[in-house]
């Protein structure tokens, strides 16, 4: 009889711990090691508004862009403040990966077709081995099909086009804030004797989150060397809608151009003394290939 | 030292009969869907954690919201970043009762219809929910299945009106687990 009691006290022990247990389960296989996480949702669409943003397409998303720059503001009520006048460009960009994307667009400001790469070396991730900002790298042509005046030399076709190599780094800081800087470098194969071939530009974009579906957003270059003579830097304010596919983004700028070389090297109206036009960049995005 | 091995027999027995009672898995499946006239939203997470307790009936389960894949890259982006919110709520979790669990016999291949109640935490809300489910035993291995459905709104998951005709105001939910012994 003595000999039962121990049997019985250590049935009793095995038996309770197994009872004492349940309340949670699944603390029993819970194992919360952090993962690393890339961060996405950077910027609601590839370009803050002018400039390509940290933010790329994925696998198999071409992201339909029709963009539209009206005329000045100022132009009064006769010209409905520039709604009357319209430049546009249209384009396609594929994301081939996540970390590469390619482009091709036409404006018919300078009759030009663009077309560009853009890599993400590096992605902002969270977690153990995430590196905290996003690097991002652009090159891109330009492409003018303007007609050769009937009584001037036809030109070259190699002074129809243009260069643009880009480099971004950015960071989302929080759900909110986002921001990028960079550096932009354009050559023009052929310019005015005036001008420069080379131009060089700091870029800067941020976005702040007003609610869960609209942003601010602005962007602005600051052309440091080779600035053609009688243009200004390129600065845009505005908002990003988000519905579903698609991105609206509508905004004030003294840009007209709709590609870096063009944006960069032609605004020829100053935001400060209010030569401002209204535009928007409509982004619709189709998933090609699913996975 | 009859009663030596006796003892040492069942304390085996007791061990033995722990191990068995406790199954679990961390690669389990859930698919929801959401059926409407524009569009239909699907997606699959494939590290489900489930334990279940043959012996109380008590089951478990953990999500990471961020583990659910999608066909369209958008539509993952915007279920975590517009709906879910999974930066501030990242895990879904239930816990539950499998209120039927005597007529489970784990030694005994089988498909046992069992009734789960219990709490369904999302979106940082907790809701009692009430399912269906199957657990399978087949040649000593056990899974367990159910497909239920809930609202949206009752876990504050807003659909904007402009989107209204995308999505469903129900999502269904399908869950699929093939469980292992907890050896614990």
Redesign the interface.
Known sequence: MK??I??LL??IV??C???AQ?E???K???SDTAQK?YV??IFKSTRVINAQSIEML????MDVRILHRFGPISSGASNLFGLDQANMRFGFDYGISDRVSVGVGRSNVGKEFDGFIKLRPVWQATGPGGIPFSLIWVSGATLSTVPAPDDGPKPEFSSRMAYYHEALIGRKFN?RFSFQTGGVFVHRNIVSATAENNTWAIALGARCKLS??IAFVADYHHIVAGKQPGTYDPLSLGFDIE???HVFQLHFSNAVGMNEKNFLTNTTDNFWKGEIRFGFNLSR?F?IK?? | MK?VL??AA??LA??AL?AQ??Y?T?SGNIKFFSKAPLENIEAVNRSV?C???T??G???F?VLM?GFEF????MQ??F???YVES?KFPKG?F?GQIENISSLNITQDGAYPVNVAGQLTMHGITKDVKADGKIIVQNGKVSASSDFAILLSDYDIKI?S??EN?ISKTININVNCALET?N?
């Not at chain 2, 066909?71 to 958008?74: D, F, R, S």
């Open positions: 000999k039962i121990p049997v250590l049935f095995c038996t711990k197994g009872i349940n949670d389960l699944l029993l296989v819970d996480e996405r949702n994925g696998k198999g998303v759900n869960k579906r519905t579903g596919g995005v998933t699913k996975h | 009663k006796f003892t069942l304390f007791t061990v722990q009672e406790k679990f961390k954690t334990v279940l307790d012996k109380t008590d089951i478990q953990a961020k066909v369209k890259a958008l982006d915007h975590n970043e517009n930066d979790e816990k904007p402009l989107v995308n907890l614990k």
